[in-house]
T-cell receptor
C-alpha cells in the first residue's frame, strides 16, 4: 500500500533526552513536512523539505532538527532544547503525482515524563 | 490577521440537518484550496479539493469565492459519523507552504 508511515505511535521521553521520530513515504513525493499539534490547536509547521539534502525551518523549528538523506525518509529529532515537547507530531508529504495534495501519516504522540 | 481563519465552533446539529462552514483566507495569490477532516486523536484526511467552479461529492459541496476570499463546505443530511473537526487548507502555487486553519468542530446529535 502507498502511504506515509510514522513510528513510533507513542513515545515517552524523560526530560533532557533527545528522541527521534521516523517518517517514511512510498508515494514518490518530493516534499515532506513535520507538523506539531497541541490539544485543541491547529497544525504548526516545524520543518519542511522540498528535495533530498535540503530542508527549511518552519514556524516553530527551535528545539528540533531534521535530515533528508533519502527521498523516502524525513526523520525528526526532538532535542532537549525543546522546552515543551509533549504534543502530537504529524509527518506529511506532497508531490505532483498527487496533484500537490498533502497527505499525512498517522502521527506520533510524544509525552515527556 | 491570521492567514486562514475558521470559526472554531462547536456546531451542534441534529441528524439530518444541513450545515455550512466558511473559511476566509488573506492571501489573494492563494491558488489551491482543500477541506480536510480530522477525527479526535487522528491525522487529518483529505475530504475534498475545492475548485473554482465548485464541486460536489455526495452530501458534501465545496465552493470558492475568490472575490470575497473564502471557501465554504456544505454538508447535507448530516450523519452521526460526520462528527469531526473540519480543517481548511490553502496553498499558493509554486510554494510548498500549506496554511491550515485551526478547524471547525462539528457535532451531529442523535
Amino acid at each position: 500500500d502507498g502511504g506515509i508511515t510514522q513510528s513510533p505511535k507513542y513515545l515517552f521521553r524523560k526530560e533532557g533526552q533527545n528522541v527521534t521520530l521516523s517518517c517514511e513515504q512510498n508515494l514518490n513525493h518530493d516534499a515532506m513536512y513535520w507538523y506539531r499539534q497541541d490539544p485543541g490547536q491547529g497544525l504548526r509547521l516545524i520543518y519542511y523539505s522540498q528535495i533530498v539534502n535540503d530542508f527549511q525551518k518552519g514556524d516553530i523549528a527551535e528545539g528540533y532538527s531534521v535530515s533528508r538523506e533519502k527521498k523516502e525518509s524525513f526523520p525528526l529529532t526532538v532535542t532537549s532544547a525543546q522546552k515543551n515537547p509533549t504534543a502530537f507530531y504529524l509527518c506529511a508529504s506532497s508531490g505532483q503525482s498527487s496533484g500537490n495534495t498533502i497527505y499525512f501519516g498517522e502521527g506520533s504522540w510524544l509525552t515527556v515524563v | 490577521r491570521k492567514e486562514v481563519e475558521q470559526d472554531p465552533g462547536p456546531f451542534n446539529v441534529p441528524e439530518g440537518a444541513t450545515v455550512a462552514f466558511n473559511c476566509t483566507y488573506s492571501n489573494s495569490a492563494s491558488q489551491s484550496f482543500f477541506w480536510y477532516r480530522q477525527d479526535c486523536r487522528k491525522e487529518p484526511k483529505l475530504l475534498m479539493s475545492v475548485y473554482s467552479s465548485g464541486n460536489e461529492d455526495g452530501r458534501f459541496t465545496a465552493q470558492l469565492n475568490r472575490a470575497s476570499q473564502y471557501i465554504s463546505l456544505l454538508i447535507r443530511d448530516s450523519k452521526l459519523s460526520d462528527s469531526a473537526t473540519y480543517l481548511c487548507v490553502v496553498t499558493t502555487s509554486g510554494t510548498y507552504k500549506y496554511i491550515f486553519g485551526t478547524g471547525t468542530r462539528l457535532k451531529v446529535l442523535a
